[in-house]
């Protein structure tokens, strides 16, 4: 059957004149919101303008899927359980290339279009870098035209929303549906059902002894799909999430026997699966929950795969050759057994033949090496809720271990190490050598993590089949993190370069580097930092009260509030300027603003005093008139991707000051780098690739390197001596117990205090001068104008490697192997 659509209806729908995107407008202002101009809100003024876009896209992800289906090209499918995603409609204009058009169509309308861009409500679906990375991801394997399918939960309730109170952080939660998603499209027929809890029992089917899963609970995974466009090309992804619902005809036994509270409850807690975003806290220990979450949207990814594959293929034996999944972290590694399961119990293939599928299939990233965020199980809470699936671990093992014995001799310590069971404390499952074992590619997400996770947690894997072990640095994508945030930095960059490729081909910015000495340059660069430093102080005055001097250096720390990361190390220096600053008011030091961002855990004691900690700080210091705004310290509350956007540009100094070893990758450096500041640094995670790639003369290292604190720790590490023998940091230090910062309570902080003189874990006190002395240079650097601007330009310049466009086209290359697929108009 062959549709036309009648001419004018088309070009309303998906014209890309102005005059299209106007009548479009104004119809869906009509039709969809039943609004008037005269009496629309802006919330109905956006969700028009957003309808407007997702009409556009529509057409391509419609388009796209026919092409990839008929090219019948292997598609990448990523499972992430958190995908933080950012303001969509900004983003889709860029991709789109009628970011203009829609600014004249929206003058002509009278429309408040800023206003209207910042009513969008972010799906705050992860926690931080790891589901900002997956986000940045799909970006580019869209621009990339790879087929792809982005696979996670559509939580009800996204990452809490921060507020700051008496310089507490107060929860508060994230109902970022309630207003309505114009992006997702519901599929209310495309669901699958996911088992739980129960038993298993064995049967004979035509002389094969078979096993079934007789579940408690079954629960529905409903698809709510968002397409996700490429930059500059036609084609646009899928990015499927999986909302938790009763099955359709549940429990209708409790209704018929008159209980319908029971069926109620067992409804509401069939939904509560995809309720809310677990923040990254408290010991895994009793969350059957987060368990239940991670099974459930794998189960259903799994099953849509298999879905697909029998659509097209006809049969599951090249599930492999079609598809193949990314495993962001362990999160979803229950999919190694769960796919076997598919495959054995409901397509009744041999265990071999399902085994090489299932082996074919995964690859596996790590995110990290920290021992308390490597997930395991306990096997009694992981065979309660999933007694199958522990039944084909258990076998999935006793085969490996198998492999292991005859491969290393009497070695059963190893066999001990590599089981996919810890039987150290009570007996628990390491997801991670599942997902070793079960995946065909392993990498870790910056060069030296790579090689940590080769030597460190993975070292007897990495023994045993070296050719699985990669690398795939992290990136993140220019259109959000320099064209959505920074529109005049990236119009200056355009100017320069002579075209906008850079945006899609971000090693085209070496070109200003033959510019670096050109005066004109420098005075637009300083006049765009100055100009996105002004707008970030007026709207941080808005936010908090704080008035900063855009004049001053903004020194930055915007990341999750985690003690490896160091936050407090940031606010020791802080106090030890202060001091110098009291003991010598004529001390002559350039101005500086320290800026703060990043939510803490909710069960985090520790992160969270240090969130205290800092506005304490900045209540003294802030209003001590002796000071004068030569110091002000400020926090921005609520750190998500919108406030991150505003950030980013107005920053002079990014800090990076993790304990050597202990970051995987980050990517706010590269987000930093990317706005034009200079990092002060660790050698850890990409802050080593990024040092390597603008020159070490533009990057201010300090610090142990990962083997000098590991050494250091192997030998007996002696924080209280570092205390006792450095003036300024006892000073500092005491200070802090002296109660200045807390109205004269001493013990507020002690917690804090006491951790850092007795066992530093993160080794604060040892990298406490050199940070000092480093930031010293920082300062005097800054005054040298002339100079910080050329280092500022060659920063931007150098940051070719650290768009996410290449990291994907490592991961296509040395991974997945897959090709594009360009979807045409
Ligand atoms: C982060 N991990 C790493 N985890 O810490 C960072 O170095 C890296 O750049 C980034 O991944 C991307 O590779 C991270 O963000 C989480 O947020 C987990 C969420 C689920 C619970 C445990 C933490």
Redesign the pocket.
Same mark, same amino acid.
């Given at each position: 059957m062959k549709s036309e659509a009648p001419v004018e209806r088309e070009h309303t729908r998906i014209g890309m004149s102005k005059q299209a995107l106007k009548q479009a407008y104004v119809d869906n202002l009509f039709y969809l919101q039943g609004r008037s101009p005269e009496v629309a809100t802006l919330h109905d003024l956006y969700m028009a303008a957003a309808y407007t876009v997702r009409d556009r896209l529509l057409d391509r992800w419609v388009r796209t899927a026919r092409t990839y289906k008929d090219a019948g090209a292997r598609t990448v499918c990523y499972l992430s359980?958190?995908y933080l995603l950012g303001p969509h409609l900004v983003n889709n204009l860029i991709n789109l290339g009628i970011m203009d058009k829609a600014r004249k169509a929206g003058k002509e309308l009278s429309l408040d279009f800023e206003g209207i861009m910042e009513t969008e409500e972010e799906p705050g679906l992860?926690?931080?870098?790891?589901?900002?990375?997956a986000a940045c991801f799909m970006d580019s394997l869209a621009t990339l035209q790879i087929p792809a399918i982005g696979y996670g939960i559509r939580y009800e309730y996204g990452i809490f929303d921060q507020r700051i109170e008496n310089g507490w952080q107060v929860e508060v939660s994230d109902a970022w549906l309630r207003p309505g998603n114009p992006w997702e499209i519901a599929r209310p027929k495309l669901r699958f059902p996911v088992k739980l809890g129960g038993h298993t029992e064995q049967y004979h089917d035509n002389g094969n002894l078979r096993v079934r899963w007789v579940p408690d609970l079954v629960v529905d995974g409903v698809a709510y799909d968002t397409a996700i466009l490429g930059y500059g090309v036609n084609n646009a992804n899928l990015l499927r999430l999986w909302s938790a619902h009763a099955p359709e005809s549940f429990d209708f036994q409790s209704f018929n026997t008159g209980d319908y509270y029971g069926a109620v409850h067992a409804k509401v807690q069939a939904e509560t699966i995809s309720k809310v975003l677990?923040?990254?806290d408290e010991p895994e220990a009793g969350k059957e929950l987060r368990l239940e979450q991670q099974y459930f949207f794998v189960s259903c990814s799994l099953q849509d795969m298999v879905r697909l594959q029998l659509a097209t293929a006809g049969s599951l034996d090249k599930l492999h050759e079609k598809f193949t999944a990314q495993l962001n972290?362990t999160?979803p590694s229950v999919a190694v057994a769960e796919l076997m399961r598919l495959l054995i119990d409901e397509h009744k293939m041999g265990w071999d033949q399902a085994w090489e599928i299932t082996r074919n299939t995964f690859a596996y990233?790590n995110?990290?090496l920290?021992p308390e965020?490597l997930?395991t199980w306990s096997v009694g809470l992981f065979g309660r809720i999933l007694p199958r699936l522990l039944e084909i671990i258990y076998e999935i093992n006793r085969r490996f271990l198998d492999q292991v014995r005859t491969r290393f001799l009497g070695d059963e310590a190893r066999v001990a190490r590599m089981s996919l069971i810890d039987e150290t404390y009570g007996r628990r499952l390491r997801m991670a050598n599942l997902a070793t074992v079960g995946s065909y590619a392993v990498n870790g997400?910056?060069a030296m993590?790579s090689e940590l996770v080769k030597s460190t947690i993975l070292e007897d894997f990495y023994e045993l089949w070296p050719e699985k072990f990669h690398n795939v640095t992290?990136g993140v994508t220019p259109r959000r993190f320099i064209v959505v945030s920074n529109p005049r930095l990236a119009r200056l960059l355009t100017a320069h370069c002579g075209s906008d490729q850079w945006i899609g081909d971000l090693a085209c910015l070496r070109e200003l580097e033959k510019q670096t000495n050109d005066p004109g340059l420098h005075q637009e660069w300083r006049e765009v930092k100055a100009h996105a430093k002004r707008a970030f102080a007026n709207w941080l005055g808005r936010q908090t009260g704080i008035t900063i001097d855009p004049e001053a250096m903004f020194d930055v720390q915007a990341k999750?509030i985690h003690e490896y990361k160091r936050q407090h190390l940031n606010a020791l220096h802080i106090i030890t300027l202060y001091q110098r600053l009291k003991q010598n008011p004529g001390l002559d030091i350039p101005p500086r603003t320290f800026i703060f961002a990043g939510k803490a855990a909710p069960g985090y004691f520790m992160a969270k005093l240090i969130i205290k900690l800092i506005n304490s700080i900045g209540e003294v210091i802030n209003q001590d008139p002796q000071i004068n705004g030569t110091l002000r310290v400020a926090f921005m509350p609520d750190f998500n991707v919108k406030n991150a956007q505003r950030l980013y540009p107005a920053a002079d100094l990014s800090e990076q000051i993790?304990m050597a070893g202990k970051? %995987?990758?980050?990517?706010?450096n590269m987000k930093f780098s990317m706005n034009g500041a200079l990092t002060i640094g660790t050698l850890d995670? %990409?802050n080593v690739e990024i040092r390597e790639e603008v020159g070490e003369d533009n990057f201010f290292l300090f610090g142990l390197t990962a083997e000098q604190a590991q050494r250091m720790q192997a030998e007996g590490y002696r924080p209280r001596d570092l205390y006792k023998d450095n003036p300024e940091l006892k000073s500092a230090i005491d200070l802090i117990d002296s109660g200045l910062f807390s109205h004269g309570d001493t013990e507020l902080f002690r917690p804090l205090t006491e951790s850092l003189v007795h066992q530093d874990p993160f080794m604060v006190m040892a990298d406490y001068q050199p940070y000092v002395s480093r930031q010293t240079e920082v300062g005097h650097a800054y005054r040298d104008l002339e100079h910080w601007t050329r280092m500022s330009i060659l920063n931007v310049a150098r940051m070719g490697k650290f768009s996410s466009d290449r990291s994907i086209q490592d991961y296509c290359d040395r991974i997945w192997k897959v090709q594009p697929v360009p979807a045409q108009m």
């Open positions: 359980a958190e992860g926690n931080g870098g790891l589901g900002r990375l677990y923040p990254n972290d999160h990233t995110h990290t920290l965020a997930e997400v910056a993590h992290n999750r993790s970051e %995987a990758s980050g990517t706010g995670g %990409a």
